[in-house]
């Protein structure tokens, strides 16, 4: 059974950082794309950033502040935020795409974590 | 980047009857290398994460009931619930995954009338 726990969230200042977790299970995570999809409270979903082993991918709102990484080692996948805005404020999923492209549908996604930017 | 619109933003339905959601891309998302549809579908219900439904504008996934069918190509989809059941009230989004950004459209709230 594939399972995404996705951790780090929380309450933050505006220009600080956080850094995002998810530790999968139930596939193999080296050889599959990860993606990280965020919602905003009461909105739709926005692509955030995807991950497939050999390239990277982000959104233009998230470019230059944000970074995906893994660690194949811990089956574990992160998301690194740095210079937090108030229009960061959402629920953060951990997405594991169809197939090893970062091109695939979203085929299954974690519970999420709430990181709220806010003074 | 490719805007998706979705139509319309909500819908009521009567139990067993028939659902349909479109969904427009600004430039087509048909690879012509493979004539794949790079479109899927998804589902989300109050307090939950969404749920893949439909990928390849018409492939339903793993355990997703035949009643949800994905049909269309290039720019314009829809998704068709054949006979509502109280368990689909949920938001429905399409997304293109031919490129990045990957964008969705803006979901369409689907209840019961």
């Known amino acids: 059974e594939v399972q995404l726990l996705a951790s780090g969230g929380g309450l933050v200042q505006p220009g600080g950082s956080l850094r995002l977790s998810c530790a999968a299970s139930g596939f193999t995570f080296s050889s599959n794309a990860m993606s990280w999809v965020r919602q905003a409270p009461g909105k739709g979903l926005e692509w955030v950033s995807s991950d497939s082993g050999h390239s990277t991918y982000y959104a233009d709102s998230v470019k230059g502040r944000f970074t995906i990484s893994r660690d194949n080692s811990k089956n574990t996948l992160f998301l690194q935020m740095n210079s937090l805005r108030a229009e960061d404020t959402a629920v953060y999923y951990c997405v594991k795409n169809s197939g090893g492209s970062c091109y695939s549908g979203l085929g299954y996604w974690g519970q999420g974590t709430l990181v709220t930017v806010s003074s | 980047d490719i805007v998706m619109t979705q139509s319309p933003d909500s819908l009521a339905v009567s139990l067993g009857e028939r659902a349909t959601i479109n969904c427009k891309s600004s430039?087509?998302?048909?690879?012509?290398?493979?004539?794949?549809?790079?479109l899927a579908w998804y589902q989300q219900k109050p307090g939950h994460p969404p749920k893949l439904l439909i990928s390849?504008?018409?492939t339903r996934d793993s355990g997703v009931p035949d009643r949800f069918s994905g049909s269309g190509s290039g720019t314009d989809f829809t998704l068709t619930i054949s006979s509502l059941q109280a368990e689909d009230v949920a938001v429905y989004y399409c997304q293109q995954y031919y490129s990045t950004p990957l964008t969705f459209g803006g979901g369409t709230k689907v209840e019961i009338k």
């Open positions: 390849w504008a018409f």
């Open positions: 430039q087509s998302v048909l690879y012509s290398s493979n004539k794949k549809n790079y």
